[in-house]
């Protein structure tokens, strides 16, 4: 194998299995960077997705050819219709990925979702409390059902429960009307 034909191989395979898809990704997402502390993740989320976004456009560029040729698609090398619609995805995926600011230096703002008003949760962390109030309420009424000869331990506890019981109401009705916005 001569030199030209193996540069030919690693251009047929980086069009066809990684640089639509990567180019792609790049326009979608640009704010993503291989930086920082989770580098290491990110990149393994731009390859993948570049790789299987690659063959998926080569699939479907492949099928819109054999579609739309009138005398169907045929894919031979003195004729790379197919390289030429990929190599023109590639192009027109990074002009746009730089349109957005992805091959920039300081990556563009992200669309980070609206932080809550001061004082306010989430309903991630309003459904996390409710599940540990829920587990603290069946703790306790496993103690009490359990016999203690200690009267002020079990009015403590009694007392406990009949918070936690209103709190769970209250973060409940927060809940409920939050839903109804």
């Known amino acids: 194998m001569d030199l030209s034909s193996a540069l030919e191989a690693v251009a047929g395979f980086l069009l066809v299995f990684f640089l639509p898809g990567y180019t792609v990704t ?12 989770d580098a290491y993740l990110r990149l393994l989320e731009v390859v993948t997705l570049g790789f299987v976004l ?6 479907l560029l492949g099928y819109l050819l054999l579609v739309g040729a009138p005398s169907g698609f ?8 197919l390289e030429g619609a990929l190599a023109a995805v590639a192009v027109g995926g990074f002009a746009a990925g730089a349109a957005r600011g992805s091959y920039a230096r300081v990556p563009p703002p992200s669309r980070a979702p609206p ?13 996390r409390r409710l ?51």
């Open 26 to 37: 790049k326009a979608l997402f640009p704010e993503w960077r291989i930086r920082g502390p």
């Open 54 to 59: 690659s063959v998926v456009l080569t699939i």
């Open 74 to 81: 045929q894919a031979y090398w003195s004729a790379p219709v």
């Open 115 to 127: 932080a809550e008003p001061d004082g306010e949760e989430g309903a991630w962390e309003l459904t």
């Open 131 to 181: 599940d540990r109030l829920s587990r603290e309420e069946r703790h306790i009424e496993r103690t009490l059902r359990a016999p203690t000869e200690r009267r002020s331990e079990e009015s403590a506890l009694r007392t406990r429960l009949a918070e936690i019981q209103a709190e769970t109401r209250e973060l409940e009705r927060r809940r409920e009307a939050e839903y109804a916005r």
